[in-house]
């Protein structure tokens, strides 16, 4: 049976293009060539042919061109004999004006020599076969020949051109404005576009800052009449997604000054003085505009510490650019009344000379969301979220820290999306908690494929966990246990910090290798075995305990000392410590992780009965909460603690917290 076309839906539409002329005019050409005025054509012949006309005195005159065509002219009585012809005759369309026949020859002079026997041979009288040598060219395909590889390299030229001035910056792809700066002025008068302070949550001392700097431009005289200098620059540092960019907009939101943007990298290019003179470019489109504020996203693109590679010359461009911003900001030329934001994640690799005082005279730092700012940060997001009624913010904030503002952000909309995918008509709580698990933990992955030891093992591996972060007061407290696989694990146990602050000591750090050593410790308990499962465990708790020793001076051995490198630009060859240390740092990352080994052994040896009924609990439930550790474990040593002592609020804050998930 035919195969049925099901192409109802299909619909050709035909659109106007300047390539369908080219391509026209093309195939005009072409077939104009070969079929053009009904042409007749010389016939391709042989010299016994030619010989045999030259004998009957047919020839009038044989045209050598290129040393290799011969081209034979008939006189007008054999034409038209032949034309007048036989219809099968291969010369009965031969053309009447120019050659009628051509043959290919294989020397000169033999053919001279031929030609002349040929004429002897015929026995006429006035049989003149005149033989003439040309060189022709073939004309047009010669010159496109030579010309066409040039038009070619300089096509690719000037298309790499165009593109790379497009592409980097350059003001409206054309080559001859490589060197501007293209700068976007923000339309605040653009309402999809305007952002104001109240889009930014939290934040609240950085906002404080960051309208004074509008202040100073917009006032400036009453500041001057004090006797005080306008400050320059202010940089804006923190994590990424705490809301750097989105500061700097609302800020070109609420200013009544001209705000011009640019990224870091649009200053980057290959070809050498592009980027200072972009710098310069920058800076003239403000001193015209001002009082105006000048934005630099992501500002480490040139403003990285200059000279640390110099082995590699390839860094001189970012390095003129950087000069010329220095200058610019701070040089002998004024630019009175432009204030220069710039945003960065790393403030400590910038370069000294553009930090100090005249140029970025202040450091604006943007740091994580604190549990207030993370519910702040909410309600804006869920300001356009059809929400259930139940749905409580500050048990969000609870359930996120270490979240920055675009995590939360992400969370709003991944949880908007869960809920569509299940049709709900509003987004509920579950649907918030299934963002944030598939937020830290990754994509669910109920239908992978284990066997039912395997998933045993996993749920031993995770009680395992859970039992050793329960009975030690310094570790964080356990909020639920699944054997869902997702993302690269098989399972997790969550912990989340109650308190906002961390204040990180060694004992807390134990603690926490005691509980990422606890899954492995139980299966080894129960099985006798040891798993390849455990090696993101064993990654982090090594990572953490060299740098207790090597980083956080906390190993009495090695003394307090820190071989921590923030500017990251120590070479990766050789180690800020002779051999003898290294060994002695090996030893005590050794010891400490057999301690927290011994620690976490001990508690799993005590509790093993009731780490089995958990797995059992962890088999049939597959997630688990701490309200049903409770009745296994009894309270938890975290509750327990803060019975006796309550927490305090204010104490010193020095790593941020965040979700822990061991796996
Ligand atoms: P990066 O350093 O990676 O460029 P950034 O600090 O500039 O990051 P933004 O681009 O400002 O981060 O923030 C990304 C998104 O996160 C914003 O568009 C916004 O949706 C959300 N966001 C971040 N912080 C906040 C905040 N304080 N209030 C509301 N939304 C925020």
């Not at 399972?491 to 603690?511: F, I, K, M, Q, Y």
Request: hydrophobic share 40%.
């Amino acid at each position: 049976m035919a195969k049925k076309k099901n192409n109802k839906n299909i619909i050709y539409s035909f659109r106007f293009n300047f390539m369908w002329i080219w391509a026209g005019i093309i195939a005009a050409i072409i077939l104009y060539s070969f079929f053009g005025e009904g042409r007749a054509l010389p016939v391709t012949s042989e010299w016994n042919t030619v010989e045999q006309m030259i004998r009957q005195g047919e020839v009038e005159r044989i045209k050598v061109v290129n040393k290799n065509t011969a081209q034979v002219y008939l006189t007008d009585e054999a034409i038209a004999a032949y034309r007048a012809g036989d219809e099968n005759s291969r010369f009965k369309n031969i053309p009447e004006q120019g050659e009628q026949l051509n043959f290919t020859i294989g020397s000169v002079d033999i053919l001279d020599r031929d030609v002349k026997q040929a004429v002897e041979d015929s026995g006429l009288e006035d049989n003149p076969v005149a033989l003439e040598y040309f060189n022709e060219s073939t004309g047009w395909g010669d010159v496109l020949l030579n010309i066409l590889p040039w038009v070619f390299l300089v096509g690719v030229w000037f298309f790499f051109i165009r593109s790379m001035s497009r592409g980097a910056g350059g003001a409206g792809g054309n080559i001859m404005n490589v060197g501007k700066a293209r700068a976007q002025e923000f339309d605040k008068d653009n309402p999809d576009k305007r952002v104001t302070f109240k889009d930014v949550a939290g934040l609240s001392e950085a906002k404080i800052e960051i309208m004074e700097i509008v202040d100073f431009l917009r006032k400036a005289d009453k500041y001057r009449e004090l006797g005080a200098k306008i400050p320059k620059g202010a940089l804006l540092v923190g994590p990424p997604g705490t809301g750097k960019t989105l500061l700097a907009k609302a800020v070109a939101g609420e200013a009544n000054v001209p705000f011009l943007s640019i990224s870091g990298s649009d200053f980057v290019e290959m070809f050498v003085g592009v980027g200072a003179s972009r710098v310069r470019d920058l800076f003239e489109q403000a001193k015209q505009k001002a009082p105006c504020i000048v934005f630099i996203d992501e500002i480490d693109a040139i403003g990285r510490a200059r000279g640390k590679n110099a082995g590699f010359s390839g860094n001189d461009e970012r390095e003129n650019t950087l000069n010329q911003l220095l200058t610019e900001m701070d040089g002998f030329q004024t630019n009175a009344g432009v204030i220069v934001l710039a945003a960065t994640n790393r403030a400590d690799i910038l370069d000294k000379a553009l930090m100090r005082a005249g140029r970025f005279d202040r450091q604006i730092d943007v740091g994580l969301p604190d549990v207030k700012e993370r519910e702040e940060i909410f309600n804006v997001h869920l300001r356009h979220i059809k929400l259930d009624e139940g749905i409580d913010r500050s048990f969000l904030a609870k359930q996120t820290p270490g979240f920055s503002g675009a995590d939360i952000a992400n969370v709003c909309n991944e949880a908007a999306l869960i809920a569509a995918r299940n049709n709900k008509s509003k987004v509920e709580r579950e649907d918030f908690v299934a963002a944030i698990d598939r937020i830290v933990g990754g994509l669910e992955k109920r239908h992978k494929t284990m066997s039912q030891a395997e998933r045993r093992a996993t749920a031993i591996h995770e009680a395992g966990h859970a039992t050793v972060m329960w009975r030690l007061k310094d570790c964080d407290p356990v909020l639920k246990v699944t054997v869902i696989p997702r993302g690269n694990s098989l399972g997790a146990t969550w912990s989340v910090p109650d308190e906002e602050r961390v204040h990180v000591t060694n004992e807390v750090l134990e603690a926490k290798l005691a509980g990422m050593l606890g899954g492995r410790i139980a299966e080894e308990v129960n099985y006798g075995t040891l798993g390849a499962g455990a090696l993101s465990d064993l990654e982090r708790a090594t990572k953490i305990t060299y740098a207790m020793v090597a980083y956080y001076g906390m190993s009495k051995k090695i003394g307090p000392i820190s071989y921590y490198d923030a500017a990251g630009t120590r070479d990766t060859f050789t180690k800020p410590f002779s051999e003898h240390t290294a060994v002695e740092i090996d030893g005590e990352v050794r010891r400490i992780m057999e301690e927290a080994y011994q620690r976490a052994r001990a508690i799993i040896e005590a509790d093993n009965e009731k780490i089995n009924q958990m797995a059992d609990l962890l088999l049939e439930k597959e997630t688990i909460y701490a309200e049903d550790i409770v009745p296994i474990l009894g309270a938890s040593a975290q509750t327990k603690d803060a019975a006796t002592e309550p927490a305090t609020e204010d104490a010193p804050a020095t790593v941020a917290a965040g979700v822990t998930v061991a796996d």
